[in-house]
């Protein structure tokens, strides 16, 4: 059974750039959350979305953006990147997304770094 | 708003010694908690879970924790651990209502000294 993969694994770029992440959940699993763990930290909520639609937003400014496939993939958009978005992103999958005690499924994440 | 506070950010324990990690978290409705585990280079896999029910919850590699409604803890305990239990462990907490949101700790890492 595959995991949730996560593409690509590390990425550079420059600030002021524009970067998308992809996410492909586990088979069977409609609900995809985007999480940002800097170094050192515990990762932060970014996302949630369960079946196509946004149902929760963390604390982050509207140069990040997500959404959803009708294949519950997903992608995490980052306009105007700054240096402290250099993170690992993180991408969780769970069965359902209206059920808080499904535990998160994580994949692997991209280490993107901003220089 | 829900939080989580791990104190020690760092924990070193030499092999088959126990080791407990400790969480406490805030929050101002029911919640369900978890711990993960991750190891270097990878993402977070669950280590284990209290949804309801007994407050003490184990996993299949020995590890427990006990929830603590009246002190908002959920520590973890093992009796003895292995040069394999090195790796940063993340404490978490979701509410029971809304939205899928789980909030984390800043996490411990165990190193296992052998």
């Known amino acids: 059974d595959t995991g949730v993969t996560q593409s690509p694994t590390h990425l550079i770029k420059t600030r002021g750039q524009q970067v998308t992440l992809r996410c492909s959940p586990i088979s069977g699993h409609k609900s995809v959350s985007w999480y940002q763990q800097v170094l050192g930290q515990g990762p932060q909520f970014i996302f949630q979305y369960y079946e196509k639609e946004e149902r929760g937003r963390g604390n982050f400014p509207d140069r990040f953006s997500a959404r959803q496939f009708p294949n519950y993939s997903s992608e995490l958009n980052v306009n105007a990147l700054l240096l402290g978005d250099s993170a690992l992103y993180l991408c969780?999958?769970?069965?359902?997304?209206?059920?808080?005690?499904?535990?998160?499924?994580f994949g692997n994440g991209t280490r993107l770094t901003v220089t | 708003a829900q939080s989580v506070t791990q104190l020690d950010s760092q924990v070193p324990v030499f092999e088959e010694a126990p080791v407990e990690l400790r969480c406490n978290y805030s929050s101002s409705v029911s919640v369900y908690l978890f711990w993960y585990v991750q190891y270097p280079n990878q993402g977070l896999q669950l280590l284990l879970k209290?949804?309801?029910?007994?407050?003490l919850v184990k996993s299949i590699n020995g590890f427990e924790a006990e929830f603590n409604k009246s002190q908002t803890s959920f520590h973890l305990r093992k009796p003895s651990v292995h040069i394999s239990d090195t790796a940063e462990y993340f404490c978490?907490?979701?509410?029971?209502?809304?939205?899928?949101?789980?909030?984390f700790g800043t996490g411990t890492k165990l190193q296992v000294i052998p």
């Open positions: 969780a999958s769970s069965p359902e997304g209206d059920r808080n005690n499904s535990p998160l499924h």
């Open positions: 978490a907490v979701t509410n029971s209502g809304g939205y899928q949101k789980v909030t």
């Open positions: 209290y949804l309801s029910g007994s407050t």
